[in-house]
Each structure stands twice: as C-alpha cells, then as structure tokens.
C-alpha cells in the first residue's frame, strides 16, 4: 500500500487549498477512504470519509460545510477540497485506508493557515 499526499501549503485565513492522494498498491475502486489530520500539540483525529464508489462522505463536525472529499476511481485518487479555512485547521493532513485489517497512512502534507 502506498499513499501519496499533496496539495498542502500556507494559505490566509477564509482561503481555499485542494489536498490529493494518489494510492497504489491495492484494489483502489474497493476501498474506503479517508482523511485524518494532526494539529499541532495534539493527537491525530478523523476529517472525512469517502465510500469505495464515492457515493456517500461522512464529515468531522469542525469541517462539515467546509471541507468536500472526492474519490476519483480512474486516477486512483482521494481529494479533500477545503473552502473557508480557519487557523484552527492547521495541521499535517494523512490520507488513509484499511487494507488486510491495517490502517495504512501516507507521510501527509502540511496545511498552514495563517495571516
């Protein structure tokens, strides 16, 4: 399993920023997906999650209305459009799936929101 995160940057507060992962390594078209984020100072915790066929997302309530997850089953890709942005969602942004029972991680991509 391997993810691949990018997109990350800094951005003023009210910005936007489009974070992407590129998997491989697995049966991308079967797979939930997810994003998951680590502010600093403080534990990892869920943002989004994505059905295999992209038909359904669950939000963390600190993004919902904010933040829209896509999954892209052609291009084996996980996007995390993120609108508004606040200080507060500053963080290491992971992108994440379950494969034969393990949680996989990529190695994230920074997400600084600050004037």
């Known amino acids: 399993v391997q993810l691949v995160e990018s997109g990350g940057g800094l951005v003023q507060p009210g910005g936007s920023l489009r974070l992407s992962c590129a998997a491989s390594g697995f049966t991308f078209s079967s797979k939930t997906m997810s994003w998951f984020r680590r502010p600093p100072g403080k534990e990892r915790e869920w943002v989004a999650t994505i059905t295999n066929t992209g038909g359904s997302a669950n939000y963390a309530d600190s993004v919902k209305g904010r933040f829209t997850i896509s999954k892209d089953n052609d291009k084996k890709t996980v996007n995390l459009q993120m609108n508004s942005l606040k200080p507060e969602d500053t963080a290491v942004y992971y992108c994440?799936?379950?494969?034969?029972?393990?949680?996989?991680w990529g190695q994230g991509t920074q997400v600084t929101v600050s004037s």
């Open positions: 994440a799936t379950v494969h034969a029972g393990i949680l996989s």
